[in-house]
């Protein structure tokens, strides 16, 4: 069994950064593909990022590329999501997701997530 540790919301202005971490256990982090989603009050979750086994390869929602950077340290078994120029839009609860895979890739469907960690709640104000 996977567990997945967010951290790292919290209550900024626009235009600022925050720094998602998520924390893995219970299985060798290279094994996994990474992946960010968020789900806003009254949304339902979406995709926001995503990440293969040996981190070469990502993959993005339209509306965060290139405001959004996603990244792995697998010697450190944490995935992160760098968040920047931060819009109210923005606001949701953001989840971490690990999808066993024997293949090097990138996902974006939430189906393909097996392991879902607790979700951490940003807030960007206006």
């Known amino acids: 069994q996977v567990q997945l540790v967010e951290s790292g919301g919290g209550l900024v202005q626009a235009g600022g950064s925050l720094r998602l971490s998520c924390a893995a256990s219970?299985?060798?982090?290279?094994?996994?593909?990474m992946g960010w989603f968020r789900q806003a009050p009254g949304k339902e979750r979406e995709f926001v990022a995503s990440?293969?086994?040996?981190?070469?390869?990502?993959r993005y929602e339209d509306s965060v590329q290139g405001r959004f950077t996603i990244s792995r340290d697998n010697a450190k078994n944490t995935a992160v999501l760098q968040m920047d120029s931060l819009r109210p839009e923005d606001t949701a609860v953001y989840y971490c997701?690990?999808?066993?895979?024997?293949?090097?890739?990138?996902?974006?469907?939430?189906?393909?997530?097996?392991?879902w960690g607790q979700g951490t709640q940003v807030i960007v104000s206006s």
């Open positions: 997701a690990a999808a066993d895979t024997t293949y090097d890739s990138a996902y974006r469907v939430s189906s393909r997530f097996r392991h």
């Open positions: 219970g299985r060798a982090f290279s094994s996994l593909a």
């Open positions: 990440i293969n086994r040996s981190g070469d390869s990502t």
